[in-house]
């Protein structure tokens, strides 16, 4: 179902319209909304338009701008390339066995004990609760205290061991389903990727003129937009797989998407024109974070490109999504 945003989500984007033009005033200003300097793209999602209609009411309030109206385009192709990937609907989406590691845990003994903890807590017989019902309870917790900032009563049927077992079997799921489990899940983001540094490229070309016809891209996605890009670029990688048998090792893993992609969550690329030459920085959720294997927190961006040049020279979306093709041998 396209659902849309609540009003704690609509709040949320307001406010971060605020704080990204108080963090960056020189890009994020009245004169370059005027100026339609600022572009905004969206999935065509009912809640990732919200999410953008929300951002520009925070800046047009922010700035009591009325007779301005910015608009927006949508663009599924970039903002949900997973649709549009046959490799990925086929080998991942489509695919149970794909996931073959989340079903394996849900059978663990760590879920087991979850749900011998909520029947003792309903005192109702073990076999009375699944997987399923501890994960649609734990959701609801999770919903109520997120949007209404409750402190639900389905939250008492958990402590914290049991948030974390729960925890872990989403991020196992995001793992192999979005992230580095399968080598299509980041593959999948090539087009977003290119994207990227195709209108990096672009502002460096006309920061080095003079001339900034397009100073800052909204671009509003969905959590699966954003953790195949981050693991494409090598964020959040861990030594040893996330899987079904590694839960007790895995307690300081840094692939966690309570962390990575909570509400409203956002990446930033940001270029900086320095005395030494043109430098990028990224955030996420709004916190500065290195690439991997650079030191430097805003490195020269010429070194990021370089970083990401076998990339950059291939990352093929047509070619990495294409399904091979049956061989069909004929005898006469």
Not at 42 to 62: P, W, Y
Not at 68 to 77: L, R, W
Not at 297 to 317: I, K, M, S, W
Request: glycine share 4%; with cysteine; net charge negative.
């Amino acid at each position: 179902m396209d659902g849309k945003l609540v009003e704690k989500g609509q709040d949320d984007h307001r406010h971060l319209a605020v704080r990204l033009a108080t963090l960056f005033p020189s890009l994020i200003s009245e004169e370059n909304l005027r100026a339609h300097r600022i572009r905004f793209i969206t999935s065509s999602k009912h809640r990732c338009v919200d999410s953008i209609v929300a951002f520009q009411e925070g800046l047009l309030n922010l700035w009591k701008v009325t007779e301005v109206g910015p608009s927006h385009k949508i663009n599924d192709e970039l903002m949900r390339f997973f649709d549009h990937c046959q490799k990925f609907v086929e080998d991942v989406e489509n695919n149970q066995t794909a996931l073959e590691e989340v079903h394996l845990f849900k059978a663990s003994a760590e879920m087991k004990r979850v749900q011998m903890k909520m029947a003792d807590k309903l005192q109702v017989p073990y076999n009375r609760i699944t997987p399923h019902l501890v994960e649609a309870t734990f959701l609801l917790c999770s919903y109520e205290f997120a949007i209404k900032s409750l402190n639900s009563p389905w939250c008492n049927l958990f402590d914290e061991t049991d948030a974390q077992v729960l925890e872990y079997k989403n991020d196992l799921k995001q793992y192999w389903k979005r992230g580095y489990g399968h080598d299509i899940n980041r593959k999948s983001s090539c087009t977003l990727f290119h994207d990227l540094f195709n209108r990096l490229d672009q502002a460096a070309h006309e920061i080095r003129f003079g001339h900034v016809s397009e100073a800052v891209t909204i671009q509003v996605g969905h959590a699966e937009t954003l953790l195949p890009l981050l693991a494409l670029m090598g964020f959040f990688r861990d030594e040893t797989a996330l899987t079904a048998d590694n839960f007790d090792v895995q307690h300081g893993r840094t692939f966690r998407t309570s962390r990575i992609v909570p509400y409203a969550a956002n990446l930033l690329f940001v270029l900086y024109d320095c005395s030494e030459g043109l430098r990028l920085q990224f955030l996420l959720n709004e916190t500065p974070q290195n690439f991997p294997d650079i030191k430097h927190q805003a490195p020269l961006y010429d070194t990021v490109r370089e970083t990401y040049r076998e990339l950059l020279h291939g990352c093929n979306f047509e070619k990495e999504c294409e399904l091979p093709r049956p061989n069909i041998n004929s005898e006469l």
